[in-house]
């Protein structure tokens, strides 16, 4: 492993807190928007082998295991490797960083990245990283927050003066911004960008973009779907290495 602070972003120290909150349930953004997206997608093309890039304590990879996909995970957090590998023993846990990762080239049919990118400083190597390990016609999937949500809460909340509802400005949209964050427990750092700078980075890989959703929550709470339907926040983009 690289030899670098696995706490730069808060989530070394965090860890406890994310692992005691998160089971194979999820929270509202994973069981309620995301999984049944990223899971679809994941296991459309029925592909033999994939890393997950910011595994956490595994929840996903667990989810991909249950379809029969082969999958590794990565994270540089020993506390989250350590959990994942103690839920899920036959599976392949690692711990090391999204910007080197330590597998050959072209090893994998799928990689995910589900909710890292916006924890990782040099998202722009990680990208490379993630398309040189993908195999020619493989695909790389991408579950993010949306830029403009990550804008938002940079800018916090604001009161409507003339309504009372409650908004989110924009901040400085097409600036670059890592900011800390915290609830529940946890004190993370997360990246604004603009969305036209991780699409720069796909395309510089080499990528061929194949989908791209904004989905909508299929069940929860009503009182969060009807928050999210205000003030939506997940984006979902799938990536493909040209043969």
């Known amino acids: 492993m690289q030899d670098r602070d ?9 860890a406890p807190a994310w692992i005691a909150r998160m089971d194979d349930g999820g929270d509202f953004s994973r069981a309620h928007v995301l999984d049944r997206v990223m899971l679809g997608r994941a296991t459309a093309q029925r592909p033999q082998n994939a890393l997950d890039i910011g595994c956490g304590e595994g929840r996903f990879c667990r989810l991909l295991s249950r379809t029969g996909i082969a999958t590794t995970g990565l994270d540089p957090v020993a506390e989250m490797i350590k959990a994942a590998q103690g839920t899920h023993p036959e599976g392949e846990y690692i711990q090391g960083f999204a910007e080197n990762l330590p597998f050959p080239e072209a090893s994998f049919d799928l990689i995910v990245s589900y909710l ?7 998202a722009d190597r990680a990208i490379a990283e993630m398309a040189r390990v993908t195999k020619p016609g493989g695909r790389i999937l991408v579950a993010n927050l949306s830029s403009f949500s990550t804008s938002g809460a940079i800018a916090g909340h604001r009161i409507c003066k003339e309504t009372g509802e409650d908004i989110r400005p924009l901040g400085h949209y097409l600036t670059e911004e890592k900011t800390w964050f915290e609830w529940d427990g946890l004190r993370i750092r997360n990246w604004h960008r603009p969305l036209s700078r991780y699409m720069q980075w796909f395309l510089q890989a080499g990528l061929t973009l ?19 339907a205000k003030n939506p926040y997940l984006m979902v983009m799938e990536w493909v290495k040209p043969t």
Do not use: C, K
């Not at 706490?7 to 965090?14: F, V």
């Not at 989908?211 to 779907?225: S, W």
């Open 6 to 14: 696995p706490d730069e972003n808060g989530w070394q120290s965090s």
């Open 116 to 122: 890292s990118l916006i924890d990782i400083d040099d």
């Open 210 to 228: 194949t989908h791209f959703d904004e989905p909508q929550p299929t069940g929860g709470p009503p009182d969060r779907v009807a928050a999210y």
